[in-house]
């Protein structure tokens, strides 16, 4: 696959998960949550099962011989995604930070690659980074004073805005 399509690849994702956002607020962080956790218990059981495969089926001698240690990184994992699956609530409440401190990071990049740019600047470019890093800030600020749903909102919003300028910021380029 060219370089060229990852950046159409990251705004296309990215809007389908603003998009999911804004219709399903509800649900969406303990779904996130649920497919995190899934993604580090899958790896993990598989591995275990594989040591296990391993260690039961050689004879006594070869085990002996055997260098293969007993996964613990992947008992780590496997216990890791479980304990997500399960206390997903808490989960989302870090998550919740962790994705304003995203939204914060890419409207100070877009703002960044904008000054950067050869290209003469148009102040309006800056506007959209500007108001993903202020929504960002608002987000950090106020974390337990909104809703759950308002929140997931908001970062549906960001997300859409993002892609909006990063079609703009690429059409900037293609010209």
Known sequence: MKPTYYPIIRIVLTLLVGIFMIISP????????????????????????????????????????????FPILATLCAVIGIIIIVFRHEVVKIFSLVLASALLIAGIYEIIMIARSTNRNILG?????????????????????????????MFGVGAIIYCINEIVYLARIGK
């Open 26 to 69: 509800s649900s969406v962080l303990s779904y996130i949550a649920i497919i995190v956790g899934l993604l580090l218990l899958i790896p993990g059981i598989i591995q275990l099962l594989r040591y296990a495969i391993v260690r039961f089926q050689r004879n006594r001698r070869d085990r002996r011989n055997s260098i293969i240690n």
């Open 125 to 153: 470019f800056y506007v959209l980074p500007a108001l993903l890093t202020l929504l960002g800030v608002f987000i950090l600020i106020n974390p337990l004073d909104l809703l759950p749903n308002v929140m997931v909102i």
